[in-house]
């Protein structure tokens, strides 16, 4: 078993004497990759003082990961390397555009250090809108040069956060697949955040996969347990089969809040895994924990 996490927000937590890996936030009893996210939020801020923020976040990352011994999966084949030799290692991505732009000098730094992965909204910014905003815009002109060049630099565009019309405006703009590092369904849960099947379907039709989120707003409207989290993975494998959902916990971007039943105390990963391998049979959590992205990374990396 390997567990491979798309999404947490661990990079913003670092300072003083806490460091990128924490008790709960990688798996303890199995080798891993982890996503590590740079965000920035817009809130007010000119995009030129978001790029200082977001190229001091992958300084720390990696310091971190390099001080951690954590192996680098900047290529199909050093994916490959970890997983044969049972390495844990981290991958860079990006949240929210942080005030790039497509000819940001920065995207091609970011992709040196190993950034693959990159979500052009979190709140509506120069890219596009978001989930949360009512007007729905779509991709703004610079949006529509960001996908663009992100396909040429063959870094993977992160749908999550996305508005529904952004998310599809994307999906139409780009023939390559793409991932929902951190979303659910909204079917299940009827958050804006969450995704409708029709946007499930296309995203896993091009290969693309969707990484089960643990933030308890997006698992149910009330009160989340473990439940919910077995009730998103029960639609996903009736509604899309086995091969498209993962992992994207989202852990340390929750407030410290998730389904009852999952806590801080120990490794987050390790209790999902657990509570999975109650419920369904080894060769299916086997396919969630890190199969299903594993092989959208080597194919797309």
């Given at each position: 078993?390997?567990?491979?996490?798309m999404?947490?927000?661990?990079?913003l937590?670092?300072?003083?004497?806490r460091?990128?890996i924490?008790t709960?936030?990688v798996?303890k009893?199995h080798?891993?990759?982890?996503f590590?996210?740079?965000?920035?939020?817009?809130?007010?801020r000119?995009?030129d003082i978001?790029?200082r923020?977001?190229?001091?976040?992958a300084e720390?990352?990696?310091?971190?990961t390099?001080?951690?011994?954590?192996?680098p999966a900047r290529?199909?084949?050093?994916?490959?390397?970890?997983l044969e030799?049972?390495?844990?290692g981290?991958m860079?991505?990006?949240?929210?555009?942080?005030g790039l732009?497509?000819d940001?000098?920065?995207l091609?730094?970011?992709?040196?250090?190993?950034?693959?992965v990159m979500?052009?909204?979190?709140?509506?910014n120069?890219?596009?809108a978001?989930?949360?905003?009512?007007s729905?815009?779509?991709?703004?002109?610079?949006?529509?040069?960001m996908v663009?060049?992100?396909s040429e630099?063959?870094?993977?565009?992160?749908?999550?956060?996305m508005?529904?019309?952004?998310l599809y405006d994307?999906?139409?703009?780009?023939s390559?697949?793409?991932?929902?590092?951190?979303?659910?369904f909204?079917?299940?849960a009827t958050?804006?955040?969450?995704?409708?099947?029709?946007?499930?379907?296309?995203?896993?039709?091009?290969?693309?996969v969707?990484?089960?989120?643990l933030?308890?707003?997006?698992?149910?409207d009330g009160?989340?347990?473990l439940?919910?989290?077995?009730?998103?993975v029960?639609?996903?494998?009736?509604?899309?089969?086995e091969?498209t959902l993962?992992f994207?916990?989202?852990i340390d971007?929750t407030?410290?809040?998730?389904p009852?039943g999952i806590?801080?105390?120990g490794?987050?990963?390790?209790r999902?895994?657990?509570?999975l391998?109650t419920?369904?049979?080894e060769?299916?959590?086997?396919?969630?924990?890190?199969?299903?992205a594993?092989?959208f990374?080597?194919?797309?990396l």
């Open positions: 078993m390997h567990v491979i996490d999404h947490c927000d661990s990079l937590t670092v300072c003083g004497e460091g990128l924490s709960y936030n798996s009893k080798p891993f990759l982890q590590f996210a740079a965000f920035v939020p817009k809130e007010g000119p995009p978001r790029r923020e977001l190229m001091h976040l720390i990352y990696v310091s971190e390099a001080r951690l011994g954590l192996s290529d199909a084949k050093e994916l490959s390397r970890a030799n049972g390495f844990s981290a860079l991505t990006v949240e929210g555009g942080g732009f497509a940001s000098t920065e091609d730094t970011l992709a040196a250090l190993g950034m693959r979500g052009l909204v979190w709140d509506t120069e890219l596009g978001s989930a949360w905003d009512k729905d815009t779509g991709l703004t002109s610079e949006g529509y040069l663009e060049r992100l630099l063959g870094i993977i565009i992160d749908v999550s956060h508005s529904d019309k952004t994307t999906l139409d703009a780009t390559y697949p793409v991932v929902a590092t951190h979303s659910n909204r079917d299940v958050s804006r955040r969450n995704l409708t099947l029709d946007m499930a379907k296309r995203i896993a039709s091009r290969g693309g969707v990484g089960l989120n933030y308890p707003s997006f698992l149910s009160e989340a347990d439940s919910d989290v077995l009730r998103h029960d639609y996903a494998l009736n509604k899309l089969g091969d993962a994207g916990f989202d971007g407030d410290g809040k998730y009852a806590d801080e105390s490794s987050i990963h390790d999902v895994v657990e509570l391998l419920h369904y049979p060769r299916i959590v086997e396919k969630l924990a890190w199969r299903n594993a092989e990374l080597s194919a797309n």
